[in-house]
Structure formats: C-alpha cells, structure tokens
C-alpha cells in the first residue's frame, strides 16, 4: 500500500470532471487501498478519487471514531435528497486548515456499485450524508467553498495564499 499525495486547491486538476469506472480490476482495488490508507494517514473521514489525482468516478468514506467502516462507492449517483436542510462545518484535505458552514440537504439517498462491480444503495444521514455529498462534488470538479458567497471565496484565497506564503518562508529557514 502506498500514501498518495493530496491535490491542493487552487490546484486546476480539482476542477476535472470525473469519468465513470469501467473495469473492475485488480489496479482497481490498489486505488482503493491506497486512498483508504492515505484517507486515514491524514486523517479524513472521506476521500475521492479527484483529490489524488486520478479522475474516475471513486471514493472512500469512513465517518466511524474507529476507523472500522470503509465506504468504497463507485461510480456514485444520489438518488433522492431530503428536503430539509442542514448546516455543517466542512473541512477538506485539499484545503487544510478552511472549514466553513455549508448547507446541505440532511438525508439522502446514493446508488453505487462496490469493487466487484455489484450494485448498492446507501441511505445517508448526519456526516455520512455531508460527506457523501462533499465527495460526489469532488467528482464533479467542485470543492466545498464554491458553495459559499463570493466575499467569503475571496477571503478563503487570501487567507490560503497567505498561509502558502508562509509555508514557503518557513521551508526556506
Ligand atoms: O474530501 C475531503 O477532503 C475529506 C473531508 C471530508 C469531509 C469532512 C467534514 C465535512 C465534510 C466532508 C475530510 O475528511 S476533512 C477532515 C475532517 O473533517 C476530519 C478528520 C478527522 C476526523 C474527523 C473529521
Ligand atoms: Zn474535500
């Protein structure tokens, strides 16, 4: 197994659309424990296949204290969404350090295939729907924040191309 490195926004390749999963093959199932290892190395509670640099329709999740829930969801489609909304605090590995409160709806329903290509349905709640939600926008090419008003995008890149600023300086001594 191997830890995978992580795309950082505002990295161009986070915006590439996803293409669906076609073979179900053992490369397949290297991804899989590649990104589950780098997920939980972070630590995350969630991971897709865009964020490492690989543009296939994949993610892992595991939103459990004990890290012993692997979600493997491939080719995921959510197929019916509450209503009601729900605010949370998101965070994402590709922007560390941003969290911000986002809307969500607070149930919802995915349709997905596992690793050996069989069809399933999830139905979420609580973080597994937030972070559901958070990993299919990543396979779309969205990142949390293009939820969030422009002023509060603008602050976000100031405040990240600070931080980058600073992270530069530190490395130079
Ligand atoms: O997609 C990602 O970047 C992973 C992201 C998923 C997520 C978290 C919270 C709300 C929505 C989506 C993360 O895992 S960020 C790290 C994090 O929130 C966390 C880390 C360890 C334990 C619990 C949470
Ligand atoms: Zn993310």
Redesign the pocket.
């Known amino acids: 197994m191997a830890i995978l490195s992580i795309l950082k926004y505002p990295d161009a390749r986070l915006g590439t659309k996803a293409k669906p999963v076609t073979e179900f093959n053992d490369e397949l199932k290297q991804l899989v424990a590649d990104m589950a290892e780098t997920m939980y190395k972070?630590?995350?509670?969630?991971?897709?296949a865009t964020?490492v640099d690989r543009h296939i329709r994949l993610v892992v999740i595991d939103v459990t204290e004990e890290k012993n829930d692997l979600k493997v969801l491939i080719n995921p489609e959510i197929i019916s969404s509450s209503e009601e909304k729900k605010t949370?605090e998101?965070?994402?590995?590709?922007l560390p350090g941003i969290y911000d409160k986002v809307d969500r709806p607070s149930e919802v329903v995915v349709k997905a295939v596992d690793l050996e290509g069989k069809e399933f349905t999830l139905a979420c709640d609580g973080?597994l729907a937030?972070?559901v939600q958070?990993?299919i926008d990543?396979l779309e090419g969205h990142v949390f924040i293009d939820h969030l008003s422009r002023l509060k995008q603008d602050r976000i890149c100031k405040k990240i191309k600070k931080m980058r600023l600073a992270e530069k300086k530190n490395q130079e001594g």
């Not at 972070?42 to 897709?48: C, D, I, N």
């Not at 998101?90 to 590709?94: D, K």
């Open positions: 972070a630590p995350g509670v969630g991971l897709a964020q949370w998101e965070g994402c590995l590709s973080l937030v972070c958070h990993e990543h």
